[in-house]
Structures are given as C-alpha cells and as structure tokens.
C-alpha cells in the first residue's frame, strides 16, 4: 500500500508540473508579456498541403500599404510565418530571432512575410519592442484570420496557429511547419527547408 | 488511510514549493547555482574557459577568479542589441595585463539549439563562448530570469564561491560596468 501511495505521489507531482511552459522572456517587453499557459498544441485542419499553390492574398502591412503573395511570384521563395498572437510569450521572441538569418534568407533568394490575426494598432506596438524587423509584418484581423482560415491554420479561439509555409518561385508550397503553439520552431528547421527549395 | 491522503496532500504542496524555490533569481552573497556544461566543441572556448576536453564540468569548477555568466536568448531583442556591449567587456578584459586571465564572461543560450548559438555568435562575432540550454535547465535553475540577465561569480582560491553581482537587463557603458564588477568582486 505504501509503495501505491508513493507512486501516487510522483505521478501527482508530475502531472503538476507537466504545465509548467518554459520560455525565456526578453527584457525588452518589460513584463508587458501576457501567458496565456499551456494551451492545445493544434487547434485547426489544414486546408492545403505540400504540392498545391499556395492561396493568394492581400494584407495590410504594419508599415503601410499592403502586401500580396502573388507580387513574388517568378521572382522569390516566400516564408509565411503566422504567429498566434502579439504580446504573449513565444510569439514575442520568434519574430526577432529572424533577424539573424536575413543574410541566409537572401543566400536562398526568399522573403519572409509575417503574419498574426491582431490588428495594426497592436502589431505596431508590439514590433516596436522587437527593434528593427527587416520583413514586413501583415495583419489577417479583418475579415479576422481569413488568410489563415485560408491556409487552414485558424484556431477554434480566432488566433492562429505557429506556422511555418515555404513558397518557392513557382508559387508551389515546399514545406509546411505547423508548430505546437507552446513552442518556438528551431531556426535550423527553417534554414534546412530553405536549403532545399528548387535552385 | 491517513498516510495516504498525507501523502496526497503533499503531492499537491510539492509543485508549488519547487515553483518557490526555482522561480527566484540568485542573489549577491549567495552561493552560485551549480551550473554543469558540456566541454566545449571548439578547442579556442576550451582554452579561453581552461575547461576539459571531454565530459562535462561545472562552473565553479574552472579556476578564474571571476566568472561572468550572461543569460540570454538569441531571439531576445535586448540580448541582441547588448551584443556590442558584451564583446566590448571582452575585449577590455582581454586587453588590461591586469585582468586578462582573471575575469571569463559565458553565455548561456536559454532555449536555444547549437545551431541557433552557433548563428549568434557568428553574427555579432562573439568571442567567448556560449552554451546553449535548449530544454531550459540552467535557465530553471536560475530562477527563469528575463534576459539578458547578468551574474558575477567570485571565486576563492579556497575554493569557496559567492554571487556578487545579479541583475536584469543590459549594463550600459562597458567600462563602467568594468569597474563596477572589480568593486563588487573585490578584484585586486
């Protein structure tokens, strides 16, 4: 009976501490990060897959106009990269983690397009704490998420999912990366998909 | 009966006093964490470090007055802005006779791969070494601190260690902080 209760004291223990999110937050954002927990690692079926084009869209940028896929195709590989939401935890460090591969983004000839569901108020503030990003940051608020509903990465909560889609020239998905939301996609899995775009 | 439901209820307690006990970033006058690392790959990071070859070791382990140690992210917009900063520490350090061989400065790259702490270091041309923690245990172990995040570690020739130095964020003109660090570690 002890040896019951001891396992049950373990398994207790673990479970608790199963929900504890790692993330090492910037002091750029100066504790203005909201944690949302742990939450479902995917929440959507995706509506496209490797192989097929990719869905056309226009979106507003954060730094004016806007911005639509169809502008690179025939002249670059494009990285989507939706992020769930501004302000919370891993979001607020993936983005600027892109800023030191750009030189490996132009070795593969490939522009990055970010993307969140929040609107341009909140993104502006937002990146602002990232410093300079060097791709442009898109708004898929209004109609809300429907690029990502598009692409099938909207979640049940209207946020969307941590994805990663690789276009190459042609418009063609290459590689698609739709990330547990809790955790950040390692740089070098990125740098791997890129490395095999059609030269 | 009464074993078990206390028991139980020290199941519920326990992630709570882990939570308390982790969650607080080390302070001056207190012993340092016992940070264990992996030898360093490149062989100028295990001369710089005086560390072994092979296997691991831990920090108070390396034979240096005072150790350094910055927390950061490689995705942290801070820790990439104060990346200038640090090297200029670096190199001030290794410059003054006085000091060079006395004070070390090591990173530890909280939730980062060696790839992504191999892209940093190449990127800002950073001359010590960084280590990268990609399941968070050191990052944990110092009290999931924001980053960048600095702690100074004094160390005894009796072998005894003390933090002298924990705080958050940058610390601006390198000099200064130069100075401020042989103050507070009491570096002759």
Same mark, same amino acid.
């Given at each position: 009976?002890?040896?019951?209760?001891?396992?049950?004291?373990?398994?207790?223990?673990?479970?608790?501490?199963?929900?504890?999110?790692?993330?090492?937050?910037?002091?750029?954002?100066?504790?203005? #990060?909201?944690?949302?927990?742990?939450?479902?690692?995917?929440?959507?079926?995706?509506?496209?897959?490797?192989?097929?084009?990719?869905?056309?869209?226009?979106? %507003?940028?954060?730094?004016?106009?806007?911005?639509?896929?169809?502008?690179?195709?025939? $002249? $670059?590989?494009?990285?989507?990269?939706?992020? %769930?939401?501004?302000?919370? %935890?891993?979001?607020?460090?993936?983005?600027?983690?892109?800023?030191?591969?750009?030189? #490996?983004?132009?070795?593969?000839?490939?522009?990055?397009?970010?993307?969140?569901?929040?609107?341009?108020?909140?993104?502006?503030?937002?990146?602002?704490?990232?410093?300079?990003?060097?791709?442009?940051?898109?708004?898929?608020?209004?109609?809300?998420?429907?690029?990502?509903?598009?692409?099938?990465?909207?979640?049940?909560?209207?946020?969307?999912?941590?994805?990663?889609?690789?276009?190459?020239?042609?418009?063609?998905?290459?590689? #698609?990366?739709?990330?547990?939301?809790?955790?950040? %996609?390692?740089?070098?899995?990125?740098?791997?998909?890129?490395?095999?775009?059609?030269? | 009966?009464?074993?078990?439901?206390?028991?139980?209820?020290?199941?519920?307690?326990?992630?709570?006093?882990?939570?308390?006990?982790?969650?607080?970033?080390?302070?001056?006058?207190? !012993?340092?964490?016992?940070?264990?690392?992996?030898?360093?790959?490149?062989?100028? /990071?295990?001369?710089?470090?005086?560390?072994?070859?092979?296997?691991?070791?831990?920090?108070? &382990?390396?034979?240096?007055?005072?150790?350094?140690?910055?927390?950061?992210?490689?995705?942290?917009?801070?820790?990439? !802005?104060?990346?200038?900063?640090?090297?200029?520490?670096?190199?001030?350090?290794?410059? &003054?006779?006085?000091?060079?061989?006395?004070?070390?400065?090591?990173?530890?790259?909280?939730?980062?791969?060696?790839?992504?702490?191999?892209?940093?270091?190449? !990127?800002?041309?950073?001359?010590?070494?960084?280590?990268? &923690?990609?399941?968070?245990?050191?990052?944990?172990?110092?009290?999931?601190?924001?980053?960048?995040?600095?702690?100074?570690?004094?160390?005894?020739? /009796?072998?005894?260690?003390?933090?002298?130095?924990?705080?958050?964020?940058?610390?601006?003109?390198?000099?200064?902080?130069?100075?401020?660090?042989?103050?507070?570690? /009491?570096?002759?």
């Amino acid at each position: 009976m002890g040896r019951v209760a001891y396992c049950m004291v373990l398994v207790l223990a673990a479970l608790s501490l199963e929900g504890a999110a790692a993330l090492a937050a910037s002091e750029a954002f100066k504790g203005n #990060i909201y944690n949302p927990g742990v939450l479902k690692a995917v929440d959507s079926v995706l509506k496209v897959k490797t192989g097929d084009r990719a869905p056309d869209f226009t979106l %507003p940028a954060v730094a004016g106009g806007t911005v639509s896929l169809s502008r690179f195709l025939g $002249k $670059k590989n494009v990285v989507l990269s939706f992020v %769930p939401a501004a302000w919370t %935890p891993v979001c607020s460090d993936q983005w600027p983690g892109y800023n030191l591969v750009k030189d #490996i983004f132009d070795e593969h000839d490939t522009v990055l397009l970010g993307i969140s569901v929040d609107n341009i108020p909140t993104l502006f503030a937002w990146t602002n704490q990232m410093g300079t990003l060097w791709f442009p940051v898109l708004s898929d608020f209004w109609p809300h998420g429907r690029t990502a509903d598009r692409y099938g990465v909207l979640r049940s909560d209207g946020t969307s999912e941590r994805a990663l889609f690789v276009i190459d020239k042609k418009g063609i998905i290459r590689y #698609i990366d739709v990330h547990d939301i809790n955790k950040r %996609p390692k740089l070098e899995e990125l740098v791997k998909a890129l490395e095999n775009l059609p030269k | 009966m009464k074993r078990i439901m206390w028991l139980v209820f020290l199941a519920a307690l326990l992630p709570g006093l882990i939570a308390y006990t982790a969650v607080r970033p080390p302070e001056p006058g207190e !012993k340092p964490p016992e940070i264990v690392l992996p030898a360093p790959s490149d062989r100028s /990071d295990r001369i710089y470090l005086g560390a072994p070859r092979t296997g691991f070791f831990y920090i108070s &382990d390396l034979k240096i007055p005072v150790v350094l140690i910055e927390i950061l992210s490689i995705y942290c917009p801070y820790c990439q !802005k104060e990346a200038p900063n640090v090297n200029k520490l670096h190199e001030m350090i290794e410059k &003054d006779p006085g000091l060079r061989g006395k004070i070390k400065i090591i990173g530890i790259g909280a939730g980062n791969s060696s790839f992504e702490t191999a892209i940093f270091r190449k !990127k800002y041309g950073i001359p010590f070494p960084i280590f990268p &923690d990609p399941d968070f245990v050191i990052h944990q172990q110092v009290g999931e601190v924001r980053t960048p995040y600095f702690i100074g570690v004094r160390n005894r020739p /009796d072998g005894s260690s003390r933090i002298f130095y924990s705080n958050v964020g940058g610390f601006g003109d390198p000099g200064a902080f130069l100075d401020r660090i042989k103050q507070l570690s /009491d570096l002759k």
